[in-house]
């Protein structure tokens, strides 16, 4: 392939410096640990209840993963909806005011948010959003 | 300039920004709170009004002992810091602090990758949530991730109008096509992102995954020395991010009130940086925290369709000029 999409500064080129800051996050990480292995204690003391679960100083009743109510999946359900949603909306964004598109493109996409909406105000009407 | 030197003083200067402006503005959260609330904040360390009092808290962490909690799933629980940091990173990468060059890497794409970027924040939380084997910090962890995937949304969406006006979603690019009455026609984004921007990064009133009252401290609670430290980072990192998010999307970046942008262009973004992370230090003082539910009803029924009508708004309004 050509240079403009290889070269370093082609368009694959520009992300370069994205995957050298991730080797220099976690050059830093690797930094802040092995210093942090030099400078803390050598031999820390190991007082019984020094690595049990704190809950409030007593000591824990029934295991941290226990069972509980999740009331929290309906709005995860209603993210999805959304996050599918914004992945549409952003390449339209650049595109709709050029010349060729105009008010039909416009039109289109106000369907497809309105259609959403929908889903928001059925939500609401479901007291989905209410937990009393 | 050979290619490598400058690829190089690129991710030098990010690294260097990511290390040092959360501590300023972590610094600053200490003394504005504690004068907001007629204390003096921290006075000792480094003689002058205590100015270096986060260096000393890192010198500390660094020697603390690396303490995971037995019943922890211990792989999960110690790598959740490492990824609740390196967004935050990656983001700073693309936000330019000055026009032409002084930007980390400008992308074609920057709009896109932050939010793509900023969502690997919920993973982090519900990582550090799980594998701590702590009830209160599943609860806040859970608390967290509906907030986080609640808010995303409206941020989102005012995020697609700025980008629907600017008719790009290269970071430069948007603030060239900054116009100073922006502020009015964008000031329903404008709000709902710093709002929505405010819960992505769980602070005040928004700090229920936290909620130290409540939860001992969500899920931090098990988590000490060095890993702790980094949460903190991270949450500092927040502000800055958020902040220089707001000043780039909605406050027209290195604009500047008269000409000289060029010359002066990163100072106004960092004026503009600054007095943002204030308001969120504001924010922490003047309002109570909200309810779990209240939380999740202004995100749908206020912020979500506010957002909305902005779009119909942008696209109205830019067809119609």
Redesign the interface.
Known sequence: MSRRLYGVDGYLGSYATLGLLLIAGLLFFVAAFSANRLLRPARPAEPPGKRATYECGLDPVGGGWAQAQIRYYVYAYLYVLFAVESVFLFPWAVVYAQPGFGTTTVVEMAIFVAVLALGILYAWRKRVLRWT | MP?WLE?LI???S??VAF?TLPLVVGQAEHKVMAHMQGRLGPMYAGAFHGWAQLVADGVKF??????????ADRPVFRLAP?IA??PY??VL?VIPLGPGDLV?????VG??LV?AVLGLGVVAVLMSA?A????????GG??A??QL??Y??PM??AA?SV??AA???SLPGIIEAWHPWWLLWQLPALLVFFIAGLAEIRRPPFDMPIADSEL?FGYL??YT??RFA?FLLAEYLGIVVIAALTTVLFLGGWQGPFGLNAELGWLWTLIKIFAVSFLVIWFRVAYPRLR??QL??LC??VL??VA?GQ??LT?AV??AL
């Not at chain 2, 660094?62 to 019943?71: F, L, S």
């Not at chain 2, 980390?104 to 074609?108: C, K, P, R, S, V």
Request: glycine fraction near 6%; charge should be neutral; hydrophobic fraction near 60%.
């Open positions: 290619v690829l690129r991710v030098l990010v690294v290390l660094v020697q603390k002992e690396d303490i995971t909690p037995r019943a490492i940091l390196m990173l990656i990468l980390g890497q400008a992308l074609d709009l896109f939010p799980w701590s084997a702590n009830k209160y910090s599943l609860l859970l608390r991730a509906a995937l609640g995303e949304l989102v969406l697609a980008a629907m008719g790009t979603l001992v609670t098990e020395g060095l980094f779990e539910d999740q009803r749908w029924l979500v369709p909305l779009l119909v696209a830019r067809l």
